[in-house]
């Protein structure tokens, strides 16, 4: 079955970086893009932006420009997130989820999401 | 960036009574396809998000048929026709339109009365 699982629960300083893992199986990796959508403790969630598992183009959220890089391995269907110059707001749980091409039957969106991350920023 | 507003943010609903969320989007949401790209998630409590519904009103694989999407343009409305103990969770549209970037609504909580 289609599936995404990502990495452990990650505890940070603040000023560090963190890079989180997202594995794919069940589909072909490339024909989808990967979006990262992140959700503070008992907020909403919140875009960070999406990558091509075709040919790598990225599209991120204004306000991480800059502090976010993703990238993915095609070797090994994996996507990852990192995100540098961390702070305490950036204390969240972090998905990965499938991301359809706008020609796609469905369209822009996160089909099949992953179990979460949990990253927390404190000294 | 498209800001887009949900209401209610908290919907209390008895047991086999209907619900309804509406959100808001402060564009259109048309693309130049023609498509609209707005869908619905719902998170339960503990879970990470799934999408109930993709490009206005059409439900995912498995989704209940007592879930329905409707709209077009900037106003758009989730129903459920006769709400059940499990779908109790936080409800959040979203817009796929706007290439600068998707944004979620605010995100309406529904409990049980």
């Known amino acids: 079955q289609v599936q995404l699982v990502q990495s452990g629960a990650e505890v940070k300083k603040p000023g560090a970086s963190v890079k989180v893992s997202c594995k794919a199986s069940?589909?072909?990796?490339?024909?989808?893009?990967i979006s990262w959508v992140r959700q503070a403790p008992g907020q909403g969630l919140e875009w960070m932006g999406w990558?091509?598992?075709?040919?790598?183009?990225?599209n991120y959220a204004q306000k991480l420009q800059g502090r976010v890089t993703m990238t993915t391995d095609t070797s090994t269907s994996t996507a990852y997130m990192e995100l540098r110059s961390l702070r305490s707001d950036d204390t969240a749980v972090y998905y990965c989820?499938?991301?359809?091409?706008?020609?796609?039957?469905?369209?822009?969106?996160?089909?099949?999401w992953g179990q979460g991350t949990t990253v927390t920023v404190s000294s | 960036d498209v800001v887009m507003t949900q209401s209610p943010l908290s919907l209390p609903v008895t047991l086999g009574q209907p619900a309804s969320i509406s959100c808001r989007s402060s564009?259109?949401?048309?693309?130049?396809?023609?498509?609209?790209?707005l869908n619905w998630f719902q998170q339960r409590p503990g879970q990470s998000p799934r999408r109930l519904i993709y490009?206005?009103?059409n439900r995912d694989s498995g989704v209940p048929d007592r879930f329905s999407g409707s709209g077009s343009g900037t106003d758009f409305t989730l129903k459920i026709s006769r709400v059940e103990a499990e779908d109790v969770g936080v409800y959040y549209c979203?817009?796929?339109?706007?290439?600068?970037?998707?944004?979620f609504g605010q995100g309406t909580k529904l409990e049980i009365k």
């Open positions: 990558i091509s598992a075709y040919n790598g183009n990225t």
């Open positions: 069940g589909y072909t990796f490339t024909s989808y893009g």
């Open positions: 979203m817009q796929g339109t706007h290439w600068s970037g998707y944004t």
């Open positions: 490009k206005v009103s």
């Open positions: 989820a499938r991301d359809g091409p706008r020609w796609s039957p469905s369209g822009p969106g996160m089909d099949v």
């Open positions: 564009q259109s949401l048309v693309y130049s396809d023609g498509n609209t790209y």
